[in-house]
């Protein structure tokens, strides 16, 4: 065991500082056929002495593996280029000198041979690789020529010695050969794996780049079509606040406003109400995307809320923005569904409902009716949304839940997330969607959601369509620190109209000076602002100890997760997303207002 030890140990000398394997395997080879041949020239040169008594004999041999064990120190420190030639040069000389003093007893062309095919093993360097196989031509040369010219005489020995070293011999020369064969098999099979693995690579990569192409693809038809349908909205946006402005002006320069301006004014509230909405259904979708892609999607937060007026606050919404194309929603839910209670994800089911109803109202023709059903089956609750549009083919319906899968309907286009999202969420909640569709008359999308109901007897105290009691904000004193001016403005007309004392800053420094001054009951705090930052900001109200206990509402345009648990456990009592909804801003201050 302790021999077999040290023979790998000389094996494996030089591989240490090797980093590539096929150097290691190359310098294993060369140490392996060094350590062989010189223990065979040792060992033969003996045997052969014994019966010839000539030294002419045993002391080359023994000289021949003295220069094998020395190429494996050259191995060991590092010189294996010169190993690799030395190797070579050993086996040429000792051929040259043996194939001249044994003459015709032995082959030793064979050994000639099989080192011309092992030098393309080992050698790798070009320069080294000709100067061996110039060794090797010139060794050929030189027996042939003392083989016809006789310039130096063969030993004379006796028939038996001659048959005992002509047995040796062939022993030896049939061992480079069977080491030869086993050589080749091995980089055979070496070479017919690694030709298969490069072949499953390739086509793996050949594969991914596809994906990575239609994936560039998708991208870039995701991106065009998303700026396309935030351009409808925004144009919506940006007209209807130019017509308000006009009407205004009229208002300041008359002094009054006639009921069908007023009437004119009040749709056109209603219109830029709707087309923020839809401008901010898009960037959730986008977000909510990339929430899905990156394998984050937030897990079920289930809370107890009541049917009928969580789908009526829906509708109505989308009922505003039905209105531009003409088309009508019409919400029926079964009598025994409407007095329904439900328990889980309000938020998720929310955004479910809004994606197919968005779909809808997109796809319908104009003046269309979209129709919303909700009925129950056990403990199932199922939701119909049916519009009468062109329809879904067959072949579309099979990828119609894929992303950035859209179609359109005239000047009407989608991101093709909507559906997508709609499955994710569905499937979440543990619930199943359904497509069914009749072209050139109605497209159905149903979907059940499974063990949705809550038992009355148990939520008893649940009121209307939320928990917390909206309180009053007369003479509440809020400081709102937000380096956007137009944000401060629309939150101090809110809250200033609902009777409270507002405050506000620009930046985190004046905030905190004017929290120190004013004391206020609540703060309102934006997320990214130059200077201190809004975390910054927040960190330095909790360790302030007038303004620790004051209640901070974190209000920021970023929506992902990691963002609102980094918030919160900094210490915000509140997290929002922009853009703020006045609703839930109330219902987030009424938390800690009585």
């Known amino acids: 065991m302790h021999i077999a030890k040290i023979v790998i140990a000389i094996i494996k000398a030089g591989t240490e500082q090797c980093e590539r394997e096929e150097d290691k395997k190359r310098i294993r080879i060369i140490n392996a056929l060094c350590l062989t041949t010189a223990s065979a020239a040792i060992l033969i040169g003996s045997l052969i002495y014994v019966f010839t008594r000539d030294l002419r004999i045993e002391i080359p041999a023994i000289c021949e593996g003295m220069l094998f064990l020395s190429v494996i120190f050259f191995n060991k420190y590092n010189r294996h280029n010169t190993a690799s030639l030395f190797f070579i040069l050993t086996h040429t000389i000792s051929a040259l000198y043996f194939g001249i003093i044994l003459g015709q007893l032995i082959n030793i062309t064979l050994v000639a041979v099989f080192i011309f095919g092992l030098s393309f093993l080992i050698i790798r360097s070009k320069q080294l690789l000709i100067i061996a196989i110039c060794a090797i031509g010139l060794t050929l040369l030189l027996l042939e020529v003392n083989f016809y010219y006789q310039i130096f005489q063969p030993l004379q020995l006796s028939r038996q010695n001659q048959f005992i070293l002509r047995w040796l011999a062939l022993f030896v020369l049939l061992g480079f050969d069977v080491f030869g064969v086993l050589l080749t098999i091995h980089y055979m099979r070496e070479n017919r794996f690694l030709y298969t693995s490069l072949k499953d690579y390739s086509e793996k990569l050949e594969k991914s780049v596809k994906e990575l192409e239609f994936a560039n693809l998708s991208k870039r038809v995701y991106l065009r079509e998303t700026s396309h349908e935030i351009r409808t909205p925004l144009n919506a946006v940006f007209g209807i606040?130019?017509?308000?402005?006009?009407?205004?002006?009229?208002?300041?320069?008359?002094?009054?406003?006639?009921?069908?301006?007023?009437?004119?004014?009040?749709?056109?509230?209603?219109?830029?109400?709707?087309?923020?909405?839809?401008?901010?259904?898009?960037?959730?979708?986008?977000?909510?995307?990339?929430?899905?892609?990156?394998?984050?999607?937030?897990?079920?937060?289930?809370?107890?809320?009541?049917?009928?007026?969580?789908?009526?606050?829906?509708?109505?919404?989308?009922?505003?923005?039905?209105q531009a194309k003409g088309v009508r929603i019409a919400l029926n839910i079964d009598e025994s569904t409407k007095g329904a209670l439900l328990i889980t994800d309000k938020i998720k089911l929310t955004q479910i409902v809004t994606n197919l109803l968005s779909n809808a109202i997109k796809f319908?023709?104009?003046?269309?009716?979209?129709?919303?059903?909700?009925?129950?089956?056990?403990?199932?609750?199922?939701?119909?949304?049916?519009?009468?549009?062109?329809?879904?083919?067959?072949?579309?319906?099979?990828?119609?839940?894929?992303?950035?899968?859209?179609?359109?309907?005239?000047?009407?286009?989608?991101?093709?997330?909507?559906?997508?999202?709609?499955?994710?969420?569905?499937?979440?909640?543990?619930?199943?969607?359904?497509?069914?569709?009749?072209?050139?008359?109605?497209?159905?999308?149903?979907?059940?959601?499974?063990?949705?109901?809550?038992?009355?007897?148990?939520?008893?105290?649940?009121?209307?369509?939320?928990?917390?009691?909206?309180?009053?904000?007369?003479?509440?004193?809020?400081?709102?620190?937000?380096?956007?001016?137009?944000?401060?403005?629309?939150?101090?007309?809110?809250?200033?109209?609902?009777?409270?004392?507002f405050?506000?800053?620009?930046?985190?420094?004046?905030?905190?000076?004017?929290?120190?001054?004013?004391?206020?009951?609540?703060?309102?705090?934006?997320?990214?602002?130059?200077?201190?930052?809004?975390?910054?900001?927040?960190?330095?109200?909790?360790?302030?100890?007038?303004?620790?206990?004051?209640?901070v509402i974190l209000a920021s345009g970023d929506a992902y997760k990691?963002?609102?648990?980094?918030?919160?456990?900094?210490?915000?009592?509140?997290?929002?997303?922009?853009p703020l909804k006045f609703s839930e801003l109330h219902r987030a201050i009424s938390q800690f207002m009585r």
């Open 241 to 322: 606040s130019q017509l308000l402005e006009m009407i205004m002006n009229k208002v300041s320069d008359n002094g009054s406003i006639s009921p069908a301006e007023l009437r004119e004014t009040i749709s056109l509230v209603g219109s830029l109400n709707a087309a923020s909405y839809y401008t901010r259904n898009i960037v959730n979708n986008v977000l909510e995307l990339s929430t899905i892609e990156a394998g984050k999607l937030n897990g079920v937060q289930k809370v107890v809320f009541h049917l009928r007026p969580w789908i009526e606050s829906i509708v109505q919404m989308h009922g505003y923005i039905g």
């Open 364 to 501: 319908s023709p104009e003046v269309g009716v979209v129709t919303i059903e909700l009925f129950t089956g056990g403990t199932n609750l199922y939701l119909k949304v049916i519009d009468n549009g062109e329809g879904i083919s067959k072949e579309k319906q099979q990828s119609i839940f894929q992303p950035f899968e859209s179609g359109k309907n005239g000047f009407v286009e989608g991101t093709g997330l909507g559906l997508y999202i709609a499955k994710c969420l569905v499937e979440l909640l543990k619930g199943t969607i359904t497509v069914r569709s009749v072209l050139e008359r109605e497209t159905t999308f149903e979907v059940c959601f499974p063990e949705v109901f809550a038992d009355p007897l148990v939520y008893v105290d649940v009121q209307g369509d939320d928990n917390t009691p909206l309180c009053s904000l007369r003479e509440k004193k809020i400081l709102m620190i937000d380096d956007d001016k137009l944000a401060r403005t629309l939150v101090s007309m809110y809250l200033t109209d609902a009777g409270s004392y």
């Open 503 to 551: 405050i506000h800053a620009e930046n985190g420094i004046e905030g905190i000076e004017k929290a120190r001054v004013e004391k206020p009951d609540l703060i309102i705090l934006d997320s990214h602002m130059p200077g201190m930052s809004g975390k910054e900001t927040l960190i330095n109200i909790r360790h302030d100890q007038l303004l620790h206990d004051i209640p």
């Open 562 to 578: 990691e963002t609102r648990d980094e918030m919160l456990n900094a210490g915000a009592d509140e997290f929002l997303t922009k």
